[in-house]
């Protein structure tokens, strides 16, 4: 098929290609999960252009700027898919098309800030999206929750590591 007939409008969503993306938004996850983990959330650098995004989302987002940044902490998943939503959010995401590397492929965000990567605590953003508000929450203290359940799940982990490796020596 060429290049110039392809209308992807009407292309079908092939499941293979679906599973793909999916595959990589889970490992993007994962890998920063386990950088909140290892990084304090306020020394964490997400790309080159971390000043510029965060300065451009809290100017673009008035409403992140409350006492408290609720919004932030706890994201709206309804107001990111309303119309205004998906306008200021469709125009924040153009600025970057360029300048960040696959700004808007899927990524997987927490809702919650508060609380770890889980079925019922994730929604699928763009890349820059996920930048947007990662950046934001880092600047402003709002990961350093996340950053404590992350260490714990770590050594949990560790822990039975290392259990099971003292029981599979002895046996």
């Known amino acids: 098929m060429s290049t110039s007939s392809f209308d992807p409008n009407n292309a079908q969503n092939l499941i293979e290609i679906e599973k793909q993306f999916a ?4 490992e993007h996850a994962q890998t920063y999960w386990n ?3 290892k990084v304090p959330p306020r020394a964490l650098k997400l790309t080159k252009l971390d000043d510029e ?6 100017s673009a987002f008035p409403e992140f700027n409350v006492e408290g940044h609720a919004p932030l902490v706890k994201l709206d998943e309804d107001w990111l898919k309303s119309e205004i939503g998906k306008k ?3 125009e924040f995401c153009q600025v970057y098309e360029k300048k960040v590397k696959d700004y808007n492929f899927g990524s997987l965000i927490r809702t919650d800030a508060r609380q770890e990567y889980g079925e019922t605590n994730t929604i699928f953003v763009t890349r820059i999206q996920f930048y947007a508000i990662e950046i934001a929450r880092n600047r402003l203290g709002l990961n350093d929750g996340a950053h404590e ?3 714990a799940d770590a050594e949990r982990e560790r822990l039975k590591k290392e259990k099971a490796a003292k029981k599979n020596g002895t046996s």
């Open 23 to 26: 595959v990589k938004a889970v």
């Open 35 to 37: 950088l909140l983990e």
């Open 53 to 58: 995004i965060y300065e451009h989302t809290m």
């Open 88 to 90: 200021k959010w469709r």
């Open 149 to 151: 359940i992350a260490k």
